[in-house]
């Protein structure tokens, strides 16, 4: 049961334009959502979260929509770098003592210059 | 952010051994946590790693395995026990913050041959 869902699995963009990758979720418990890059033999490198309280948080480049009537959350990236070619993976987390985060799939992301 | 390290960065293991990955933060941190991530999959939670009492594992992952130790606020070990080649994947030791933010170590690549 995948709780957390990117349905894709790559997205290639040109330098300048914007990046959007998507992500679905179907535990309406989850109400604190994060964004992570990661490149090849590194850690996940933590980008941008949103609580569920919020439908739009931004840093920079780097923009979180949450949808929550439709389960969904995107990332956009604007304008798309090179340096940004990696795999980004959502994650959930219904907060509480735990703080058990739940991990999508992933997208690899290509910008070509 | 913590700074996070791992030992060792990578090792090739042969079937029925065991092989124990370091976790060491530069600051005392309350939650400490075990991911693998198969390769082409996402990343799956262990374990969380309890200081001074037993870990408490996910479904599908059992103490005999991974057994897991937390000997204080800024140190873990995960053993992978009695190794297949099943058991090749990128081991990540990350730690929590505030609310559900976590901070990830560089991994370990484990092949097992």
């Known amino acids: 049961d995948q709780q957390v869902k990117q349905n894709s699995p790559s997205l290639s963009v040109q330098e300048g334009r914007i990046s959007i990758l998507n992500c679905d979720y179907t535990?309406?418990?989850?109400?604190?959502f994060l964004w992570y890059k990661k490149y090849p033999a590194e850690g996940p490198t933590f980008l941008i979260s949103i609580s569920s309280i919020k439908d739009k948080n931004e840093d920079g480049r780097f923009t979180v929509f949450l949808n929550k009537s439709a389960k969904h959350l995107s990332l956009h990236i604007v304008p798309s770098q090179p340096g940004d070619s990696a795999v980004y993976f959502c994650a959930a987390s219904e907060g509480g003592a735990t703080n058990k985060l739940i991990f999508g799939t992933g997208t690899l992301l290509a910008v070509q210059p | 952010s913590a700074v996070i390290s791992q030992k060792p960065s990578r090792d090739i293991c042969q079937r029925g051994t065991s092989l124990t990955i370091q976790c060491q933060v530069d600051s005392q941190v309350t939650m400490m946590f075990w991911y693998r991530q198969q390769p082409g999959q996402s990343l799956t939670l262990i374990a969380t790693?309890?200081?001074?009492?037993?870990?408490?594992?996910e479904s599908g992952f059992v103490i005999d395995k991974f057994p897991i130790s937390r000997p204080n606020l800024t140190f873990s070990t995960l053993t992978v026990s009695n190794m297949s080649p099943e058991d090749s994947s990128i081991y990540l030791c990350?730690?929590?913050?505030?609310?559900?933010?976590?901070?990830f170590g560089p991994g370990t690549r484990l092949t097992v041959l």
């Open positions: 990350s730690v929590g913050t505030s609310g559900a933010l976590q901070f």
């Open positions: 535990n309406s418990m989850f109400d604190y």
């Open positions: 790693a309890n200081q001074g009492s037993e870990a408490t594992y």
